[in-house]
């Protein structure tokens, strides 16, 4: 078994839904931009010293820094002293970086910045050439993106719970609105893997989670956390 670890922050995708971590599980090799979500995950081979990339739409004035992808391999048994030894971590190959355009962009042009010289991607086959410098940019033809609907697009006096996740599960919503409950209210599956749910609740502030295989998680669509009482996270959200 391997676990995927994150090296850095993430200026890009949703990092907490299960497609984008599924598709890092599967990463054994770099290879050509991918499009997830409403984003696109880049890849180079972690040889390389540094990699950054560097946008059309915004001019090449900012360079976005690719991070190191470590997998944790399986524990060894603890020892008959019982001292489990400290995890090891070993280098995945990867570099990657993910990455969120802005949503009037369908062509996303760029380059990459390689142990400090400007290129092409090399894992990228298709380019454009700039009329105006004969440079070769590489470019991701971005499809129609489709917004994810959250809790906060749910009809007047009410919140609508939506969550994504593998087709025939049980996905429950707990909050201060069922005393956190994880049994009272499940969504249901309107598409495979997609799950949603409209309470009706008086206007006011809730905070809420998910339960999906026994583990609890905030609304990835809902970038508002707070902290319980606890010390737990939790997704808050204010109907008006």
Do not use: C
Not at 11 to 29: H, K, P, Q, V, W
Not at 35 to 46: C, H, K, N, Q, Y
Not at 195 to 213: D, E, K, N, V
Request: charge should be negative.
């Amino acid at each position: 078994m391997f676990l995927v670890f994150i090296i850095g922050n993430m200026d890009a995708l949703d990092t907490d839904s299960y497609e984008f971590n599924d598709r890092l599980l599967g990463i054994t090799a770099a290879g050509k931009p991918e499009i997830i979500e409403d984003g696109v995950l880049f890849t180079a081979p972690s040889s390389y010293r540094s990699v950054g990339i560097a946008f059309a739409h915004e001019d090449f004035a900012r360079v976005y820094f690719f991070r190191k992808l470590l997998t944790l391999a399986e524990q060894e048994p603890p020892p008959a002293n019982g001292k489990q030894p400290p995890p090891q971590y070993g280098d995945s190959g990867v570099l990657f970086l993910a990455y969120t355009p802005p949503e009037n962009i369908r062509t996303l042009e760029y380059r990459l910045i390689v142990n400090g010289l400007w290129t092409a991607d090399p894992l990228n086959p298709l380019r454009r050439e700039d009329a105006k410098s004969g440079i070769y940019h590489s470019v991701v033809i971005l499809p129609e993106i489709k917004r994810t609907p959250t809790v906060f697009d749910g009809p007047e006096g009410s919140l609508s719970f939506h969550f994504t996740a593998s087709p025939g599960e049980t996905i429950t919503v707990a909050g201060d609105f069922n005393g956190w409950d994880p049994f009272m209210h499940s969504l249901i599956e309107t598409a495979p893997g997609r799950y949603s749910l409209t309470l009706p609740l008086p206007a006011g502030t809730y905070h809420y989670i998910f339960w999906r295989r026994g583990m609890r998680l905030t609304d990835p669509n809902n970038r508002n956390t707070v902290y319980d009482k606890f010390g737990n996270p939790v997704s808050e959200v204010v109907l008006r």
